[in-house]
Nanobody, 124 residues
Framework: QFKLVESGGGLVDSGGSLRLSCVASGWSLHYYGIGWFRQAPGKEREGISCISNDDDRTYYANSVKGRFTISRDNANTTVSLQMNSLKPEDTAVYYC?????????????????WGQGTQVTVSA
């Protein structure tokens, strides 16, 4: 069973930084695009970033472009999301998953489901 575990969330002041990790348990992420998604209270889940499986092309939603950076480690077991200049509107539960990475969007790959996510809260 492919399983990804998110961690690194927390409470941070506006303008602060957090680094989220998405760790594969017992399998390699080398052949998979991995996306980060978030869901704020009362809102639909949105895809915010993705790193492709072939050439590590990246995608960022306009809402996070220039502030967030996605990367994968050399061992291909972890995909990280470095989040800088955080804003209160970034408050959400953040999820990672195997994803279809496109030029203009990221979507949950068919057949994969969500994990528990990690809560990010940015105070004003």
């Amino acid at each position: 069973q492919f399983k990804l575990v998110e961690s690194g969330g927390g409470l941070v002041d506006s303008g602060g930084s957090l680094r989220l990790s998405c760790v594969a348990s017992g399998w390699s992420l080398h052949y998979y695009g991995i996306g980060w998604f978030r869901q704020a209270p009362g809102k639909e889940r949105e895809g915010i970033s993705c790193i492709s499986n072939d050439d590590d092309r990246t995608y960022y939603a306009n809402s996070v472009k220039g502030r967030f950076t996605i990367s994968r480690d050399n061992a291909n077991t972890t995909v990280s999301l470095q989040m800088n200049s955080l804003k209160p509107e970034d408050t959400a539960v953040y999820y990672c998953s195997v994803a279809d990475c496109h030029v203009t969007e990221v979507a949950l790959a068919q057949g994969y489901s969500w994990g528990q996510g990690t809560q990010v809260t940015v105070s004003a």
